[in-house]
Nanobody
């Protein structure tokens, strides 16, 4: 069973930065593509960023390109989301997710992510 625990959320002013972490308790972390999704208030969950199992490929939503960076440390079984130049519209609950297909290169397909964390709240004030 995969357990994902996010941390690092909080309240920040527009233009500020936060770094989210997601610790995974999964034996096969090094073969698992990982993603970050977010759910703003009253809006459906949306893709934010993903990183392939090897770290060699990354993908981003257009709304965060150039501001957010996803990375991973397979030795620590942790995936990170560095968020810079935050905007009020980035306010959301951020969840990490583990892809259900080993060695997958499909980064953005939400339906393929089978395990989800509880999420961490990010609030950006104007």
């Amino acid at each position: 069973q995969v357990q994902l625990v996010e941390s690092g959320g909080g309240l920040v002013q527009a233009g500020g930065s936060l770094r989210l972490s997601c610790a995974a308790s999964v034996r096969t972390f090094s073969t698992t593509t990982m993603g970050w999704f977010r759910q703003p208030p009253g809006i459906a969950r949306e893709f934010v960023a993903a990183i392939s199992w090897s770290g060699g490929s990354t993908g981003y939503a257009d709304s965060v390109k150039g501001r957010f960076t996803i990375s991973r440390d397979n030795a620590k079984k942790t995936v990170y989301l560095q968020m810079n130049s935050l905007k009020p519209e980035d306010t959301a609950v951020y969840c990490c997710a583990a892809h259900s297909v080993p060695y997958s290169s499909d980064l953005k397909g939400e339906a393929w992510y089978g395990s989800w964390g509880q999420g961490t709240q990010v609030t950006v004030s104007s």
